[in-house]
């Protein structure tokens, strides 16, 4: 397989990354057992179990963690910055992170109509992206799955046949929302074989958390009950997180199929602005408001503030500093749609930026852009 070639180090890229590791040792040591608990919980919108994460913490110093992406096409702001957001305090926290490239998965669920070659551009573009956007690399490994798994077959493909053997096939379709399908739908025989797979990835990546989205929720919770059947006590936890929706009303989910309804991450700042323009925001309402949604997991984690302009007849400017105090303002009418709007769209372009910036001066990054934008997802 192709797999994605190490970049050259740059002349005292050593010494720095000892510097980087050393300075996020001694930020995690300063840290409380409560702060780093904190830290890992504030990104699951669910944990199963709280108690099993703190014990994790007590005795194992340098936790693992397991991320993983299948490269499908363009990347929207949620698998963009959110994850930026959440592997970032992952490490931050003490933890080592594996990002599995699911390259392989990607073929199985007949991505980019099952081409290999293409589906590991993507891979390529996402990790670029990943990059530009501020990913904290220093406690982060990526590795692809084909690679991975054809380099150590016989311990994988063993953990894969024995999930297998203690499930039927009915509980194993019921995890099929992972592959973005459903139970009803008419499923290849490699599309019921992928979750037997993904549940070993957790096993053969030596995870002691899963950090994934809540569509992921079903596998990560087949990974526990088959920690049941082997006995094994340490059970991976599962940090669930949120899932971001589309800005049309009713899109619990954020779609790529749907252009106009998600943030894509090399969009330019007039589409971020139309795009919002047109958002689903119904004055006084916070239940169901993507723009809120925007506003809660993406504005306030990476700012720590939401600002708005505006004119002194209609309030006046205003720093919001936590989201209750947004929440409040929302619900009386004293913040409005038109008051939401610009200031969210001002701060998803000023995330945005840099990663623009890399992609049209990066001369490498351009081509791969391209390549995604017009050859391979066209």
Not at 127 to 147: C, H, P, Q, T, Y
Not at 306 to 314: D, G, L, Q
Request: charged content about 25%; overall charge neutral.
């Amino acid at each position: 397989m192709d797999s994605t070639p190490a970049p050259e180090a740059a002349p005292g890229a050593s010494s720095s990354a000892t510097a980087a590791a050393e300075d996020l040792a001694g930020g995690v040591a300063a840290m409380t057992l409560d702060e780093r608990f904190a830290l890992l919980r504030g990104i699951g919108e669910e944990c199963i179990q709280e108690d099993e994460l703190r014990r994790l913490l007590e005795n194992k110093p340098v936790p693992i963690c397991y991320d993983g992406f299948e490269p499908s096409g363009r990347m929207h702001i949620a698998q963009g910055i959110v994850k930026t957001i959440n592997v970032n305090k992952m490490v931050r926290a003490g933890c080592k992170v594996k990002i599995w490239i699911a390259d392989w998965f990607a073929q199985l669920n007949n991505k980019m109509g099952g081409d290999l070659k293409k589906i590991q551009t993507v891979g390529r573009y996402m990790i670029e992206i990943w990059k530009a956007a501020g990913m904290n690399l220093d406690g982060v490994e990526f590795l692809w799955s084909s690679e991975e798994i054809n380099r150590r077959a016989h311990e994988y493909w063993p953990i894969v046949m024995d999930i297998a053997r203690k499930n039927n096939v009915k509980r194993i379709t019921r995890c099929c929302q992972i592959m973005g399908r459903s139970d009803q739908d008419d499923l290849t025989a490699a599309q019921i074989f992928y979750p037997c797979m993904q549940c070993a990835d957790i096993f053969f990546l030596k995870a002691d958390i899963c950090q994934l989205g809540m569509d992921q929720r079903k596998v990560n919770v087949l990974a526990r009950e088959y920690c049941d059947y082997i006995k094994r006590k340490n059970k991976p936890i599962i940090l669930s997180h949120h899932m971001l929706p589309g800005f049309k009303e009713g899109q619990e989910k954020m779609s790529k199929s749907d252009p106009s309804s998600a943030i894509f991450m090399e969009d330019d700042e007039a589409q971020v602005n139309v795009k919002i323009k047109q958002a689903f925001c119904p004055p006084k309402i916070v239940e169901g408001n993507p723009c809120l949604e925007y506003i809660k997991y993406i504005v306030f984690p990476w700012f720590g503030r939401f600002e708005v302009a505006r004119k002194e007849s209609n309030g006046g400017n205003k720093t919001f500093t936590s989201m209750d105090e947004l929440i409040s303002d929302y619900e009386t009418g004293a913040l409005h749609p038109a008051d939401v709007k610009p200031a969210l769209a001002k701060a998803i372009n000023e995330i945005l930026q840099p990663v623009r910036d890399h992609f049209n001066n990066n001369n490498e990054a351009k081509v791969l852009l391209n390549t995604v934008k017009y050859r391979v997802t066209s």
